[in-house]
């Protein structure tokens, strides 16, 4: 059975980092896109982050520009969220995602189907 599994998430005060790591269990999931999406309570689940199967094409939130960072090692089939200057409206439920389709873009992420999520690790940031 596929798995996603992230790991990373925490308790940090405003300012810090967090580094999150999403790993696949599945070798195949190397040419596909994979994104990070976010779910704050009481609100809709929202698009943070994609990168493409090379590595080299890369998309974000607007509002996330400049603060967090997606990398990924295919070697490891692990994608990673580097965040920092992390602040209280940060604070969700991270979910790791595959695109379903090999031709989704990262920039097309946030709206395309999702073929797999991982089961959401907790991000806490504290005033």
């Known amino acids: 059975q596929v798995q996603l599994v992230e790991s990373g998430g925490g308790l940090v005060q405003a300012g810090g980092s967090l580094r999150l790591s999403c790993a696949a269990s599945?070798?195949?999931?190397?040419?596909?896109?994979m994104g990070w999406f976010r779910q704050a309570p009481g609100k809709e689940r929202e698009f943070v982050s994609a990168?493409?199967?090379?590595?080299?094409?890369?998309s974000y939130a607007d509002s996330l520009k400049g603060r967090f960072t997606i990398s990924r090692d295919n070697a490891k089939n692990t994608v990673y969220l580097q965040m920092n200057s992390l602040k209280p409206e940060d604070t969700a439920v991270y979910y790791c995602?595959?695109?379903?389709?090999?031709?989704?873009?990262?920039?097309?992420?946030?709206?395309?189907?999702?073929?797999?999520w991982g089961q959401g690790t907790q991000v806490t940031v504290s005033s």
């Open positions: 990168i493409d199967w090379s590595g080299g094409g890369t």
């Open positions: 995602a595959v695109a379903r389709s090999l031709y989704t873009t990262p920039g097309a992420m946030g709206a395309s189907p999702i073929a797999y």
């Open positions: 599945a070798r195949t999931f190397s040419s596909y896109t």
